[in-house]
């Protein structure tokens, strides 16, 4: 079974950055697409970014304006999501993915950290 760790949530005044990673506990994402996604209160999961693993190409959510960047390091098997300018609407759990095929939609995911806090103040 595949496990995937986030880390880097926490509280942030609206302005300011985070980054958050997401580590495999294999060597999964040389194979897979890593994908983060979010779920504010009260909302359904929503696609955040993603980055297929051996070409590095990403793709992100239009709402996000440029703010947020995704990224890989192949040697130490983990993801990135470097979220800048932050925003009280950013509050949400944010997770990360592992997905064969890549892609906006969370199913196509296969395996799926336990997610991180991030929350933005006003």
């Known amino acids: 079974q595949v496990q995937l760790v986030e880390s880097g949530g926490g509280l942030v005044q609206a302005g300011g950055s985070l980054r958050l990673s997401c580590a495999a506990s294999?060597?999964?994402?040389?194979?897979?697409?890593m994908g983060w996604f979010r779920r504010a209160p009260g909302k359904e999961r929503e696609f955040v970014a993603a980055v297929t693993w051996v070409s590095g190409f990403t793709y992100y959510a239009d709402s996000l304006e440029g703010r947020f960047t995704i990224s890989r390091d192949s040697a130490k098997n983990t993801g990135y999501l470097q979220m800048n300018s932050l925003k009280p609407e950013d509050t949400a759990v944010y997770y990360c993915?592992?997905?064969?095929?890549?892609?906006?939609?969370?199913?196509?995911?296969?395996?799926w950290g336990q997610g991180t806090q991030v929350t933005v103040s006003s």
């Open positions: 294999e060597h999964t994402f040389t194979s897979y697409a």
């Open positions: 993915a592992a997905s064969r095929t890549g892609g906006r939609l969370a199913g196509w995911y296969d395996f």
